[in-house]
Nanobody, 124 residues
Framework: QVELVESGGGLVQAGGSLILSCAAS????????MAWFRQAPGKAREFVAT????????YYANSVKGRFTISRDNAKNIMYLQMNSLKPEDTAVYYC?????????????????WGQGTQVTVSS
């Protein structure tokens, strides 16, 4: 089981940028794929981006493609989400997740470890 802790959320104006971090512990980096999901008020949690175990393969939701970049540093056991050109509709609690496989997935149920979430608020 991987333990995950997110950080980096906050309040930003539309068009601005934020970097989220997810620190992992309890398992060797590179052996598991990770992802970011988000949940806006009153909505279901949705997929944002995923990255494979060695960081060489990524996949994004259409809503964030070209604006967000997912990456990981396995030496430090940290995953990042660089968010640029933020929009008010990006406002949500962002969660990092890990799964027991090195291959990417955008399916929530395939992830077994979750962080506590970090709030991102984008003002118009």
């Amino acid at each position: 089981q991987v333990e995950l802790v997110e950080s980096g959320g906050g309040l930003v104006q539309a068009g601005g940028s934020l970097i989220l971090s997810c620190a992992a512990s309890g398992r060797t980096g590179g052996t598991y794929a990770m992802a970011w999901f988000r949940q806006a008020p009153g909505k279901a949690r949705e997929f944002v981006a995923t990255i494979n175990g060695n960081g060489g393969n990524t996949y994004y939701a259409n809503s964030v493609k070209g604006r967000f970049t997912i990456s990981r540093d396995n030496a430090k056991n940290i995953m990042y989400l660089q968010m640029n050109s933020l929009k008010p509709e990006d406002t949500a609690v962002y969660y990092c997740a890990a799964r027991n496989s090195p291959y990417i997935s955008n399916v929530e149920d395939t992830f077994t470890s979750w962080g506590q979430g970090t709030q991102v608020t984008v003002s118009s």
